[in-house]
């Protein structure tokens, strides 16, 4: 489309996970390795990507970029994971211990990145506020999906300070 031709786009590379379910496709403990940040520069006129990955994250999965309103930023979810579910020990790991996907904030004008939530739950949809807050998507309300008995947690949506301050539940079920 020529009116797009030459607005970047903003993307991220996610590796499936091993399972299909709408809901498992973002479970962090069913991650695979692989992906990244990157923006298409030139979208119907060149391939060519810029990487935006920051290096100062270890191999994982990313998911759901979001640039802030003035560009200078993007929230993006991240789950770091070196080894494909298969390899883990099933049954053995604590669920605070596995991996799970958290919010981070990646500067655009220093390229340094900050991870914004760490509670042992998935969290990921980022996105900002125009009164500063984040919203996004979690586990962290428990519960579990009404097609099933688990152990397959719902996503609610979840809102905190610009700073990763005060993540608290704002919806009381998936629906």
Do not use: W
Request: aromatic content about 10%; proline content about 10%.
């Amino acid at each position: 489309n020529p009116l797009f031709a030459r607005t970047p786009l903003l993307f991220a590379r996610h590796a499936p996970s091993v399972m299909s379910h709408q809901l498992t496709q973002v479970y962090g403990f069913l991650s695979r390795p692989g992906g990244g940040l990157f923006v298409l520069e030139q979208p119907g006129v060149t391939m060519r990507t810029r990487d935006l990955t920051p290096a100062s994250l270890p191999a994982g999965n990313f998911m759901t970029p979001e640039l802030s309103f003035d560009a200078r930023s993007l929230l993006f979810a991240y789950c770091p994971v070196t080894r494909f579910p298969s390899e883990r020990r099933r049954g053995t790991t604590p669920d605070a211990l596995k991996p799970h996907y958290n919010l981070y904030e990646l500067s655009l004008v220093t390229g340094t990145v900050r991870r914004l939530t760490s509670d042992g739950v998935d969290d990921f949809f980022p996105v900002y506020l125009p009164g500063g807050d984040i919203l996004f998507s979690s586990t962290r309300r428990g519960g579990f999906h009404r097609c099933g008995r688990g152990p397959c947690p719902v996503y609610t949506l979840s809102r905190m300070g610009p700073n990763g301050e005060n993540p608290r539940s704002i919806s009381f079920h998936e629906t």
